[in-house]
């Protein structure tokens, strides 16, 4: 077990982010993740080969700092812009013409290509579960994980110890420090942590071999571009047609549920009656062919999206060594939000080794 400098735990955006402009800076850094794949909710599911992307559907960048880096990933043609037709659902479940507030990109890749790109150089432990973490008495963290795939547990160590998690995930792993408890910075942490909360969201991913545009409430054909914005009242979030971000045989849907709908199936082992009432609503609200996909699957999202951040971007504690949450809690912009927290968290380490800035985008991350 090599001590390591820095040790990020959960390589989603924020995650990546931090552990890629430590390790530009000259950091010894390992990062670890429970999954296989990389990004977190920037996650991509192929189903016989092909890609949908059943996390984060696009990126629409509002601050600088994701505007930059979609810059660079359009640069480096990871991204492309995508121009749906677009509509919103009303409450009455009547579909209604709506227009994107700004601009929004998409990966022909898949959208996991854009962890995929971050994580290019890093040490990445996949499919290691932290189940707790310690501080040990020559102050350093001792990371305790198991391996998702056979059991094996499996200890790291590191100088400081960043948690880029849902909040809820970081608040399990702070809960059994009683020896460090009566440390204020720790009791703050946990405290904001607490009041974070989600909503849930179901996702199903659907492909069919054709379509038929009459009769729909859809206006636009079905094989162009096209999104469809939901309601809390209706059991959607969002729908949209998937493939149309890239070049594939078929159609391919993605559909968002609402927090409503998700949250009355959340703990539900069995969710195919879920994703069944989902493209059977689809049918009826958006276009009847919806209903009747060749193939589909549904995945279970908990912590789909904040729906109260906290008022940090992230959360510090320099005792008894230094510790770091963040993630796209510590905002209400999603992706941005990750990003921010991701970068701040990196300056935040480097300023406890030392006095020096670090450098600015791009250097600092490419």
């Known amino acids: 077990m090599t001590l390591q400098d820095v040790a990020v735990v959960g390589a989603g955006l924020a995650g990546l982010v931090c552990a890629r402009r430590l390790q530009q800076a000259g950091y010894t850094v390992t990062l670890l993740e429970k999954s296989r794949g990389l990004g977190g909710r920037v996650a991509t599911r192929r189903i016989v080969g092909m890609p949908l992307d059943h996390g984060a559907r696009y990126v629409q960048p509002q601050g600088e700092l994701l505007q930059a880096l979609t810059q660079h990933w359009l640069d ?27 601009p929004c990109y998409v990966a022909p890749e898949g959208m996991s290509a854009l962890g995929k790109a971050l994580a290019t150089g890093l040490t990445v432990h996949r499919q290691q579960r932290v189940t707790a973490i310690a501080f040990e008495s020559d102050k350093t963290w001792t990371i305790t994980t198991t391996r998702t795939d056979d059991g094996t547990a499996l200890t790291h160590s590191a100088k400081t110890l960043i948690l880029a998690l849902p909040a809820p995930q970081i608040a399990d792993l702070l809960a059994p420090l009683q020896e460090i408890e009566e440390i204020e910075e720790i009791a703050e942490m946990k405290r904001a942590i607490a009041a974070v909360t989600y909503a849930p969201c179901l996702t199903v991913m659907a492909q069919y071999t054709s379509a038929s545009q009459s009769p729909a409430p859809l206006p636009c054909p079905p094989t162009e571009p096209w999104m ?8 959607f979030f969002w729908v949209g047609l998937d493939s149309s971000k890239r070049q594939v045989e078929g159609l391919n849907i993605v559909l968002h549920s609402s ?48 729906t109260t951040p906290c008022r940090d971007l992230i959360l510090t504690s320099s005792t008894p060594a230094p510790l770091v949450a963040g993630g796209d809690w510590g905002g209400d912009l999603q992706l941005d939000s990750a990003l921010e927290s991701g970068w701040a968290a990196a300056a935040t380490i480097h300023a406890h080794f030392s006095d020096d800035t670090l450098s600015n985008f791009p250097k600092g991350l490419f």
């Open 76 to 102: 480096e043609q990871l991204l492309t812009p995508w121009q749906p037709h677009t509509y919103r659902l009303d409450r009455t479940g009547q579909l209604q013409p709506d227009r994107l507030a700004s």
């Open 259 to 306: 927090d409503r709908f998700a949250k009355s199936w959340l703990d539900e082992p069995n969710l195919q009656p879920a994703g069944e009432m989902l493209l059977t609503q689809a049918g009826k609200l958006i276009a009847p062919w919806l209903a009747q996909p060749t193939r589909w699957q549904i995945h279970r999202w908990r912590y789909a999206r904040v």
């Open 228 to 235: 469809v914005e939901g309601h809390a009242e209706t059991p």
